[in-house]
């Protein structure tokens, strides 16, 4: 936890994928702190007609190489949101992907939302 989905137009290699989620993590680690082990992504390409990712009248002009970023996790305060945002443009621009092309959504839960195996909710048995 958290829990990540990244979609993206199909094309990119099997390393530009790693390199995307590694980059992600790396942002997420920082922001937010979880152990380095926490980890729970998945990445899912699209065709063009079946990915729409437009500017909301912001004026943003989209590329090919466009991310949607979306995480779920236990709530977090509005810096570490805003630290995330600024810490993914660093480490995506460092793979070559801009800040244009970025969007990100974050979905919050609580403790109960979680097990992580075993039919248990470790957040609330105090296993986590």
Sequence with gaps: MPFLRVDAYEG?????VKEVLDAIHRAILWAFGVPVRDRYQIYQEHSESNFIVQDTGLGIDRSKN?????????????????????????ELKSIGIQQNDIVVSIVINSDADWS??????????GEL
């Design 12 to 16: 990119r290699s099997r390393e530009q």
């Design 66 to 90: 466009v991310i949607f970023i979306e995480i779920t996790s236990r709530p977090r305060t509005e810096a570490q949101k805003t630290t995330l945002y600024t810490k993914l443009v660093e």
């Design 116 to 125: 992580f195996g075993n039919g248990r909710a470790q957040f609330l048995t």
